[in-house]
């Protein structure tokens, strides 16, 4: 399968500003951890902004796992052996995860932290005297997903390797079986993680309490790339599964609220043995999936044209945004904290200035990296 098919690149743009959003509306009231937030104490701009956080949980970063499997064979086959595909991704994803955590995530803990006092003496007095000190200080943030990636990158450049030479696996069919056999695997599979690990506990900076589908959806996408599923998808089928998403993202607030969500118990939904964690681990996978396969057909049939140049520059910074995104959420919001709005006004006002603010900085970042290249060519 091509993996620059424009409507995939037109979905991880488009999912990338969903992630900018998401943290943003984080800060300002809904459900999720992040470096500052404020206005905890709006009950209605919890109750929107973390129905809008959980419906975005249900689908974009799994919808992001997929497109990278979708993508993974040709990238492999193009790299001449599980060495040198492994090697290219260490370049991609490692050297932006090194960056992240020892020069941007230090940055933001002075945010998170409240210290009194400027950046530079937070990093003067906290950081720079002893830099392995408190190693929670350093971490993946939001680029946990690079992490995964890599994992999950390595399993399959493993699978390749111990495979190579033996007879091709026939493509698997997408059929209304290994569909709802998917649902079923992964809603038991939450169930059982979170008894142990529940939503917000984390392993080496991963919530496994959402991996059973990030894991299904990665390589799913790898056997979606080689039985050519994305072009099997159908609008009657897309309607079918918009339908029960909508149903869902209706029917979640209810559920929530007969839960004891309105009284401040979340902690049911993200875990053990409550009737809250197993709806919650059933909804989550069916309304997640059925939001994406509307976004994949929408996006195939309607978006699948060729892109202008700006969407062209869009989609080539959407990863560069995704890596530069959380000190910009933060600092803009941090900076607006004395702003007297309603904590949803800010979160639209902050929400659009950062988004706006993510892709001009990776945009020119990207024309700095061009102009120099083509310098030390005319220069070599």
């Not at 940055?107 to 006092?117: E, F, K, R």
């Not at 989550?284 to 509307?294: E, Q, T, W």
């Not at 919001?333 to 979160?347: I, M, N, Q, T, W």
Request: glycine share 8%; charged share 15%; aromatic share 14%.
């Amino acid at each position: 399968m091509n993996d620059r098919l424009p409507y995939l690149d037109r979905i991880k743009t488009f999912l990338t500003v969903l992630v900018v959003l998401h943290h943003t509306a984080i800060t300002y009231g809904g459900e999720g951890s992040w470096y500052y937030t404020e206005h905890a104490d709006s009950l209605a701009a919890q109750a929107v902004l973390t129905l809008f956080t959980a419906v975005n949980q249900s689908f974009f970063m799994g919808l992001f796992f997929f497109i990278s499997g979708c993508v993974t064979p040709a990238s492999y086959d193009r790299s001449d052996g599980a060495g040198r595909f492994m090697a290219k991704r260490l370049v991609r994803f490692g050297v932006p995860l090194a960056v992240y955590m020892i020069v941007i995530d230090p940055v933001l803990w002075y945010v998170s932290t409240g210290y009194d006092g400027s950046v530079a003496d937070y990093l003067r007095e906290r950081v720079f005297p002893d830099p392995l000190r408190g190693v929670t200080e350093f971490e993946p943030g939001p680029l946990w997903f690079l992490v995964a990636l890599l994992l999950f990158n390595a399993a399959y450049a493993f699978y390749r390797r111990v495979t190579a030479g033996r007879a091709s696996v026939r493509p698997f069919a997408l059929t209304s079986a290994r569909v709802f056999g998917y649902l079923a695997a992964v809603s038991a599979a939450n169930f059982i993680v979170r008894l142990f690990l529940p939503v917000g506990e984390e392993v080496l900076s991963l919530q496994l309490g959402y991996f059973p589908a990030y894991v299904g959806l990665f390589f799913g996408g790898i056997a979606a790339s080689r039985g050519q599923w994305l072009e099997r998808l159908t609008t009657k089928a897309a309607r079918r599964w918009g339908a029960a998403a909508i149903a869902l993202v209706v029917l979640l607030p209810v559920v929530m609220a007969l839960g004891g969500a309105l009284d401040g118990n979340t902690d049911a939904f993200m875990g053990g043995w409550t009737w809250q964690s197993a709806v919650y681990s059933t909804v989550d996978p069916i309304m997640g999936l059925g939001i994406s396969y509307v976004l994949l057909v929408r996006f195939r049939d309607r978006r699948n044209g060729p892109m202008s140049r700006m969407g062209r520059a869009l989609s080539g910074s959407a990863f560069l945004v995704f890596v530069l995104h959380a000190p910009i959420v933060t600092y803009v919001s941090y900076g607006l904290r004395d702003l007297a709005l309603h904590p949803l006004v800010k979160f639209a006002l902050v929400g659009g200035l950062a988004t706006t603010l993510c892709f001009a900085i990776a945009m020119a970042v990207r024309r700095s990296r061009a102009r120099a290249s083509r310098t030390v060519r005319r220069a070599a």
